[in-house]
């Protein structure tokens, strides 16, 4: 199956620094790229859309600036978290959609983020 | 509003019972629907999409439009179904997916 490789997999910085994550499809081309945030015990939360050559869409509530995403290859997207702060310690997982006859998304591993 | 819920945080069952884990959607056009299976430790998977009407370790789930269901079954639970189970639903075709708020399955020996 298609792989989806996310990295780092685990992070800790201090509050005010930026951190950046990459999702990488492994085997295959996605245009289209989704980034989730997970909370302890609680489902996932779709936090963009990531779209190669063109802006990220950003779910309501969540703030552009502060998740920036770069989607400059058809293999590669990145998610800055800028100025972090502890509430934005999370588990933040990306998707890559393999378009065809039966589009699937495949799921990168996950990235666990503690700000201290 | 397009919403997936999953009523129960967790299921616990013997080896050998029967499982079903509740999906329920809210969507106003022709739903497309999967189930997401996360075993400990290890990433989301996809288990099965309502399309392909499919059976994949024994699970199968069918879409009740009716009913506004996805429920996913299994006439016998083994021990290396415990997992998370998510139940999710593509909204507009887009890709974009929203989860429900995930079920966890425990099968007891």
């Known amino acids: 199956g298609a792989v989806v490789s996310q990295h780092p997999s685990r992070v800790i910085c201090k509050s005010g620094t930026s951190v950046k994550i990459e999702c990488r499809s492994l085997?295959?081309?996605?245009?289209?790229m989704f980034w989730y945030r997970q909370f302890p015990k609680q489902s996932l939360m779709l936090m963009a859309t990531?779209?190669?050559?063109?802006?990220?869409?950003?779910e309501q509530g969540v703030e552009k600036d502060k998740f920036l995403i770069n989607h400059a290859s058809l293999t590669l997207s990145t998610l800055t978290v800028t100025s972090a702060h502890p509430e934005d310690s999370s588990f933040y997982i990306c998707?890559?959609?393999?378009?065809?006859?039966?589009?699937?998304?495949?799921f990168g591993q996950g990235t666990r983020l503690t700000v201290v | 509003a397009q919403r997936v819920t999953q009523p129960e945080k967790l299921l616990s069952v013997f080896k050998g019972a029967p499982v079903e884990l509740k999906c329920n959607y809210s969507?106003?056009?022709?739903?497309?629907l999967f189930w997401y299976v996360q075993y400990s430790r290890q990433r989301l998977q996809l288990l099965l999409r309502?399309?392909s009407r499919e059976s994949i370790k024994g699970f199968t789930a069918d879409l009740n439009k009716g009913e506004t269901s996805f429920h996913l079954k299994k006439p016998f639970a083994q021990e290396e179904d415990s997992a998370m189970y998510y139940c999710?639903?593509?909204?507009?075709?887009?890709?974009?997916?929203?989860f429900g708020q995930g079920t966890t399955l425990q099968v007891k020996p």
């Open positions: 998707s890559a959609r393999r378009t065809g006859v039966n589009p699937e998304a495949f």
């Open positions: 085997d295959f081309q996605a245009t289209t």
């Open positions: 990531s779209n190669e050559g063109s802006k990220a869409t950003y």
């Open positions: 969507y106003s056009g022709s739903p497309e």
């Open positions: 309502h399309i």
């Open positions: 999710a639903l593509n909204s507009s075709n887009t890709g974009k997916l929203i």
